[in-house]
């Protein structure tokens, strides 16, 4: 058997752990028992977007490997201006 070689451009972004931390926050969700905010008191997470969220950070938490978050850069806006 073969062992494939890994080139730069085809190496894992998200690591394992963090695959299976994301999969468990989907089937929470599916069941109906994952829950928003930081002491789960914020209602159940009907989004799919939400839930994969919730499994990447939880992975964060873990020390999986997880590309870091994109920041988000206000934009300044010129035509809102107090008169």
């Known amino acids: ?17 963090a ?4 999969k468990s926050a989907m089937h929470r969700r599916k069941k109906g028992t994952l829950k ?24 964060r938490k873990k020390g999986a490997k997880v590309p870091r978050k994109k920041s988000s850069s206000r934009k300044k806006s010129s035509s809102r201006r107090k008169s």
């Open 1 to 17: 058997m073969a062992t494939k070689k890994s080139s730069p451009r085809s190496r894992r972004r998200y690591s394992k752990g």
């Open 19 to 22: 695959s299976k931390s994301v």
């Open 36 to 59: 928003r905010g930081k002491s789960g008191h914020g209602g159940t997470v009907k989004s799919r977007k939400q839930a994969i969220a919730i499994g990447l950070s939880e992975a």
